[in-house]
């Protein structure tokens, strides 16, 4: 995979570098809640500038569906990009129309324009390879280099990510490197004792990893949603919490070879019951109980992990050389259940040990909850790509840039 270094090195004034960046952030109402995306890929754009380049940003924000959708505007993204790099960013408001070839073509060196979302254009996401690449062909003419750096989309096999490169003389940007340099130290240069903590809401969602990391991890500590339905396999009672009736065996089957391979799988000791989700908009004082995890009331729904299991999950957290945290453990956007998600965090920051937040949910909440992004080994931008890589799968748009 050829380095930005290496192509800077061949020199790149004049020429036009179109570098895929992952901007896609949270907005409310217009505004953007974490802009987290968009300073990871700013080392990137700027080192491009500063060289003489003319740079040519693309990403994708949300789920469009192949057309124009004000609620989806990357103009947001390419403001705060204008303020993080303290020049001006054109923005063009088509993806590979006129105003994207005026506003490419208008471009001095060093300077720096996004183009709209690329999911405005079927073509982008396309499964058929004729029409994803024509779409490429025409992203194609707006540059002379390509340059990948967001990985958060690697996983995905799309015209900006997987045809594109193929088009173009391609180098993978510095976030790329620096992603794909941590995932190494999970995967192949491990250090032990090593900790995956896996949240979030659905157990499918991380089956495939699990079932990796059960061969690789020392201890893999689950929480969030999913964990219900391991402690239904258990026989425990869960209430009316979020369940997968669907994967009971498979879980069960884990639970099985975790014991057979000597992989500590812990699961919630107590958790935060109520008969009602909370608020998340106006975050009103919710009504819940603690309770052991086997003594879920059958009318209520684990929404966090209780006090012992937050002291549990630390505990096990302590002595780790490697830790990899995806998923929230409990609904974290509500401050009454925000207390597991905050622990697990805490006792990463606590750790001696090289930890990686995993992206997504993992690393929203780490910046909700105030902890210093720089007290973490490291934050990943991409939870799904992360994951993936984890599972062994090969991703499109690392392969594109091998290429």
Do not use: C
Not at 185 to 192: C, G, I, N, Q, Y
Not at 254 to 262: L, S
Not at 295 to 324: H, M, N, Q
Not at 345 to 372: E, H, K, N, P
Request: charged share 25%; glycine share 10%; hydrophobic share 45%.
């Amino acid at each position: 995979m050829k380095t930005i270094d290496e192509l800077l090195a061949e020199g790149v004034q004049g020429k036009r570098v179109f570098v895929r960046a992952d901007l896609n952030v949270p907005l409310a109402e217009g505004r953007i809640t974490d802009d987290g995306r968009i300073r990871a890929v700013q080392p990137t754009i700027a080192k491009l500038a500063e060289a003489g380049a003319r740079v040519v940003v693309a990403s994708h924000l949300g789920r469009p569906k192949g057309e124009p959708d004000p609620a989806f505007s990357l103009a947001p993204a390419a403001t705060r990009l204008g303020e993080l790099l303290g020049a001006d960013v054109k923005f063009a408001t088509d993806t590979v129309g006129a105003s994207a070839k005026e506003t490419v073509a208008a471009l001095a060196d060093g300077q720096v324009a996004v183009i709209e979302n690329l999911r405005f254009n079927a073509g982008e996401t396309s499964k058929d390879d004729a029409e994803r690449g024509a779409f490429a062909d025409q992203l194609a003419e707006l540059a002379d280099i390509y340059v990948g750096d967001g990985f958060g989309a690697v996983h995905r096999k799309h015209a900006s990510v997987f045809d594109l490169p193929a088009r173009l003389p391609h180098a993978a940007g510095y976030l790329i490197a620096t992603e794909v340099g941590v995932l190494k130290k999970l995967t192949a240069e491990v250090k032990r004792p090593y900790v995956v903590v896996l949240g979030g809401a659905k157990v499918s969602d991380k089956l495939a990893v699990i079932d990796e990391l059960l061969g690789k991890a020392d201890r893999i500590l689950i929480g969030g949603g999913m964990a219900y339905t391991f402690l239904k396999a258990k026989g425990y009672e869960v209430g009316i919490s979020l369940l997968q009736k669907d994967q009971l065996d498979k879980v069960a089957e884990y639970m099985e070879r975790a014991d057979k391979t000597g992989v500590e799988l812990v699961l919630p000791v107590d958790v935060l019951v109520s008969a009602d989700f909370p608020d998340l908009k106006g975050k009103t004082p919710a009504d819940f109980d603690t309770v052991d995890a086997d003594k879920i009331p059958a009318d209520k729904e684990g929404l966090d992990i209780g006090p012992k299991t937050r002291e549990l999950y630390a505990s096990k957290i302590a002595d780790a050389e490697t830790v990899f945290w995806n998923g929230p453990v409990g609904v974290f956007e509500h401050p009454d259940y925000a207390n597991g998600t905050k622990a697990v965090a805490q006792a990463l920051v606590d750790s001696d040990a090289f930890t990686v937040v995993g992206g997504g949910d993992s690393a929203a909440a780490v910046r909700i909850l105030g902890f210093d992004e720089n007290a973490f080994g490291h934050i990943s931008t991409g939870g799904g790509a992360s994951l993936e890589y984890l599972e062994g799968k090969t991703l499109p748009g690392l392969a594109a840039l091998e290429g």
